[in-house]
């Protein structure tokens, strides 16, 4: 039984690998602000609910106390914050985060898993075939240039500390516990939006491709392999890409009437197809059953309407 400790363990991919953590015999810290509302976890024994800030190195610090594994699964920005206020990523996610791999020498830590971006840290060499992690990173968003200098940043604390790290370059997971009122999130989104009764916005003519993951696969596929990972470094999506409108098939497939649609230009910063390779992954761990697209979206258009019936 390794002791985890998940930073952002109140978050929507946190939240869901805090379950599959425990699940599988871990004991776990679910460091987070937290507010009002219960925690989004499920009640587990071997769970310690620890409030705390990122941004305040002693509350790290004293998280890290007894700690084996650090599960670093927080972000102070969005996509879109990070390139309206690129300076906030800096001086928040890349500055905090070199902190913390300080703090977890000190503590001696086993190993740091970090959760990256899958789909813009490959940028403008996002082209063809699906990308391996091979592939040469070419970030144009502020976003996912802060993602790759912390990938940067611990490849720097394990040449020189001794600090093992593993970094999961993560497409685009939806599912339950995502946030229904940020912007980040296009299943999400759409799902909210048709909960209205509104139409969705979609960009282009709908053909831009996308590799989605259903979060509690992402949850289970790292939970599987983060103490026995030979590489530093892999994939995790479904391997497949889907279109805009292919999404959208699905999506009036699970909510069984027609959605519609409005139509706005691209944002130059967009990508037009981002594919994961995860073949290192498989070849490491085999073969994983993965939730089916429709799957996923019925279980994320459940979470959606039984969140318009809670409280405000």
Same mark, same amino acid.
């Given at each position: 039984m390794a002791k985890c400790?998940?930073?952002?363990?109140?978050?929507?991919?946190?939240?869901?690998?805090?379950?599959?953590?425990?699940?599988?015999?871990?004991?776990?810290?679910?460091f987070d602000r937290y507010g009002d509302r219960p925690a989004k976890f499920l009640a587990h024994t071997n769970v310690e609910t620890y409030k705390g800030d990122f941004l305040n190195r002693a509350d790290l610090s004293n998280a890290l106390q007894n700690m084996d594994y650090v599960f670093h699964f927080?972000?102070?920005?969005?996509?879109?914050?990070?390139? #309206?206020?690129?300076?906030?990523?800096?001086?928040? #996610?890349?500055?905090?985060?070199?902190q913390l791999f300080?703090?977890?020498?000190?503590?001696?830590?086993?190993?740091?898993?970090?959760? *990256?971006?899958?789909?813009?840290?490959?940028g403008a060499s996002s082209v063809g075939k699906p990308l391996a992690e091979t592939v040469l990173p070419l970030p144009f968003s502020p976003y996912a240039i802060g993602k790759l200098t912390i990938e940067h940043y611990l490849r720097y604390f394990n040449k020189k500390f001794g600090l093992n790290s593993l970094t999961f370059r993560? *497409?685009?997971?939806?599912?339950?516990?995502?946030?229904?009122? *940020?912007?980040q999130g296009v299943i999400p989104i759409f799902l909210q939006h048709i909960a209205g009764n509104e139409p969705i916005t979609v960009l282009g003519d709908g053909s831009m491709v996308r590799d989605y993951i259903y979060v509690k696969d992402v949850a289970r596929l790292?939970?599987? *392999?983060?103490?026995?990972?030979?590489?530093?470094?892999? #994939?995790?999506?479904?391997?497949?890409?889907?279109?805009? #409108?292919?999404?959208?098939?699905?999506?009036?497939?699970?909510?069984d009437r027609p959605i519609r649609r409005n139509q706005q230009e691209v944002p130059v910063t967009f990508v037009d197809k981002v594919v994961l390779d995860i073949g290192l992954y498989t070849s490491e761990f085999g073969d994983q059953p993965m939730t089916s697209l429709e799957e996923g979206i019925r279980k994320t258009w459940e979470y959606v309407l039984a969140s318009q019936q809670e409280p405000k």
């Open positions: 400790l998940v930073l952002g363990g109140n978050g929507f991919i946190g939240s869901h690998l805090v379950d599959s953590l425990i699940e599988a015999g871990h004991s776990v810290r679910a927080i972000s102070t920005t969005t996509p879109i914050t990070a390139e #309206n206020d690129p300076l906030i990523d800096i001086e928040t #996610n890349i500055k905090m985060s070199i300080e703090e977890c020498v000190n503590h001696k830590i086993k190993k740091v898993i970090f959760a *990256s971006t899958g789909g813009a840290i490959y993560i *497409s685009n997971p939806y599912g339950e516990r995502q946030s229904l009122l *940020s912007k790292i939970t599987a *392999s983060f103490e026995q990972a030979r590489e530093q470094l892999y #994939n995790l999506g479904s391997g497949r890409g889907e279109t805009v #409108n292919e999404l959208i098939q699905a999506m009036e497939a699970v909510v």
